[in-house]
């Protein structure tokens, strides 16, 4: 399940089942240092047999990969399954994630870092949404899809995902 490797493709081939509406969910030693990762919605029409996610087998509640072991990396990966960014998209331009109700964010918030305000002054402000799923803090630290997160991904589940 390493991540651009022929293997993973063999294995997404032979596993993979159902149709746009089912979440595929792998757990795996998916290699690279990465967490995890998560097709997009909009991806599935050119190569459905590939939709879904995978994620280190460590990261699991209560595995290895402290200090994320806490499941919220499939959490986010899901968000990305059903058309979500993360929080620091576009850095601090205004279009940000495409979601109105997370401030613009310059870069990954690792860690915890609470009351962080990374794009000071800009037109969209707010403090960075370091609790966000979205984002790339602790397990511990992440609580939260906002409103218009959740209703990013109805949007994207009803055109891409017949949800
Ligand atoms: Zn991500």
């Not at 990396?73 to 620091?88: D, I, K």
Request: hydrophobic share 35%.
């Amino acid at each position: 399940m390493v991540s651009g490797t022929q293997a993973k493709s063999d294995a997404k081939t032979a596993l993979h089942v159902g149709g746009a509406n089912v979440l595929n969910f792998y757990t795996a030693n998916i290699g690279g240092g990465l967490l995890g990762w998560a097709t997009f919605p909009w991806s599935y029409s050119g190569a459905p047999t590939m939709d879904g996610v995978a994620c280190l087998y460590s990261s699991l509640p209560g595995g290895a990969a402290a200090p994320f072991n806490e499941g919220h990396t499939g959490t986010h990966e899901v968000g990305h399954w059903l058309g979500l960014y993360h929080t620091f998209q576009g850095g601090c331009a205004t279009t940000n994630d495409y979601v109105s109700d997370t401030p613009a964010e310059r870069s990954p918030a690792y860690g915890c870092p609470r009351g962080r305000n990374s794009c000071s002054g800009i037109a969209f402000p707010g403090k960075d949404s370091v609790n966000n799923f979205m984002n790339y803090a602790d397990d511990y630290c992440m609580s939260q899809f906002t409103a218009g997160q959740a209703s990013r991904m109805d949007s994207m589940a009803t055109l891409y995902r017949g949800l």
